[in-house]
């Protein structure tokens, strides 16, 4: 299947509907009522999705979602708190990175490349750190695709009387949370992920009492949530130029995730692609680098077939010819790869996907999809 538009296996942008792409073709008046009206839905639908009314705001913020992130962490965390960011992968990183910048103090607990965070070692480490005031958790870590355990490290940071931040960019909207039963601080995430959106904005869905209390924490006044809170709900405006064809975008996208059944539905279809897509890929002797219970339905690390005809670049620039992007993997220790399993994917692609798979694999002439450490073991059993 050859289409105009490659279909994008990657964790965002991802491929919209035309109909989303359609709202984009008006153009509005930031500060006249109508685009003030449509943020304030934005807003309230975004509430409603983390069942947030009584508890939490909506603050967007221009950018892609690192610019959230970093807002976030910048008007939360005070000057002279100190964060425990919860690493697995590369989006921990860059939030070790920001605390950086910020000059702020931080610990990590780096599990490496793909090991979960335990709730129980995060319990161990604030009781041995009364300094720390907050914990910065990646809910699906798109470096590996691992699915972090959201509720026992919650939980355990709820015990232990600290605030969760949580960066859900590459989860929210296709993996249900809900601020009556999981407590946290603020949930990142951003308009071209699960929600289907283009790029240009992320937000920050945040505990009003937290929020109110943050006043004076911001290093920098384009990136302060407080002060693009207090500014919007006085005015109903972003503060400096919201993208605006971006966010009548989002609504439509929100409109068609609602119809898909909202978060249910959404991850019902994300859940399907992916079990098609590694069942399939498993056929042909590929390896997931997770054990199924950390798979998340939205972005799976294989491993690089051992063959030595592989090649990422060869393997990538056919797939590409064959209409799909793919993405390489992000691992430390192995060769690996990834797909994206989010966006406009249905059963029609993620088959098609697969009869790309073997095809490239033909012209390449390698037997199967079989990783290296696979091949040792079968040379030396
Ligand atoms: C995509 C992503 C981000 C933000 O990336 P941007 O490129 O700045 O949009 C942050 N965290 C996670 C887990 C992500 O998947």
């Not at 939360?76 to 939030?95: E, S």
């Not at 798979?357 to 033909?362: G, I, K, N, R």
Request: one cysteine or more.
């Amino acid at each position: 299947m050859k289409t105009e538009q490659p279909y994008l296996l990657t964790p965002g942008p991802i491929n919209t509907t035309l109909s989303v792409k359609q709202a984009m073709l008006q153009d509005w008046g930031s500060w006249d009522g109508d685009f003030r009206a449509m943020t304030a839905r934005l807003c309230q639908q975004l509430v409603a999705l983390i069942d947030g009314e009584d508890s939490h705001v909506c603050v967007p913020m221009q950018g892609s979602g690192t610019f959230a992130v970093e807002a976030t962490l910048a008007t939360l965390v005070p000057k002279d708190g100190k964060l425990l960011i919860l690493m697995n992968g590369a989006y921990g990183q860059r939030m070790g990175k920001i605390m950086n910048y910020l000059g702020r103090d931080y610990v990590a607990l780096d599990k490496g490349d793909y090991e979960p965070p335990r709730g129980e070692e995060v319990e161990a480490i604030l009781a041995a750190d009364p300094a720390i005031t907050h914990v910065a958790l990646v809910h699906c870590e798109t470096s590996s695709g691992i699915l972090n355990p959201v509720e026992e490290i919650a939980e355990a940071v709820a015990r232990q009387g600290r605030r969760l931040i949580i960066d859900s960019m590459s989860a929210f909207g296709a993996v249900a949370i809900s601020a009556k039963t999981v407590q946290f601080d603020a949930l990142i995430s951003s308009a071209n992920k699960c929600f289907e959106g283009v790029p240009g904005f992320g937000f920050s869905l945040v505990r009003q009492s937290a929020l109110d209390a943050s006043k004076g924490n911001a290093h920098s006044l384009s990136l302060d949530l407080l002060d693009q809170w207090q500014y919007l709900a006085k005015t109903g405006q972003w503060r400096y130029t919201p993208p605006t064809h971006v966010v009548a975008a989002f609504l439509q996208a929100l409109k068609e995730h609602a119809a898909e059944g909202g978060i249910v539905g959404r991850h019902a279809r994300y859940q399907r692609n992916q079990q098609r897509l590694v069942a399939g890929m498993r056929r042909m002797g590929f390896e997931t680098l997770l054990s199924d219970v950390w798979l998340s339905p939205i972005i799976i690390t294989f491993f690089s077939p051992g063959h030595s005809n592989f090649d990422f670049q060869a393997f990538y620039d056919r797939m590409k010819a064959r209409g799909f992007i793919i993405y390489p993997g992000k691992l430390t220790e192995a060769d690996s790869f990834r797909l994206g399993c989010i966006g406009q994917l249905h059963d029609v692609q993620i088959d098609a996907v697969l009869t790309a798979v073997a095809a490239v694999l033909d012209e390449l002439q390698i037997p199967n999809g079989a990783p290296i450490h696979a091949l040792n073991a079968a040379a030396t059993a």
